[in-house]
């Protein structure tokens, strides 16, 4: 599927062995239902650096909702870009 992205600065890359995930912290591991494809997925989050040095990190989980799709708010982009203006 065309992200529509090709001149524009977003790159998208894949994890598909988990690397980065687990290097950031950030692999699912609540014990909800296989079925819903939990385990070894990766948490919805945004990182916000500049020159390598992270500046903020934003996870969007809940104690039961661990993909946060019940309030992904912190990791689009409204509640992102306000986060980086308090930093």
């Known amino acids: 599927m065309d992200q529509g992205i ?3 600065m977003v790159t998208f890359m894949a994890d598909p062995a ?3 995930t687990k ?3 950030m692999e699912m591991t609540h014990p909800g239902p296989p079925s819903d494809g939990i385990i070894g997925r990766c948490k919805r989050f945004a990182i916000h ?3 390598g040095e992270i500046k903020t990190v934003k996870i969007s ?3 039961d909702d661990p993909a946060g799709d019940s309030d992904p708010s912190a990791t689009l982009a409204d509640g992102f870009l306000e986060a980086i203006k308090s930093e």
Request: no cysteine.
């Open 61 to 63: 989980e809940g104690p």
């Open 6 to 8: 090709g001149k524009s």
């Open 23 to 25: 290097a950031l912290d």
């Open 18 to 20: 988990a690397t980065l």
């Open 49 to 51: 650096a500049i020159d």
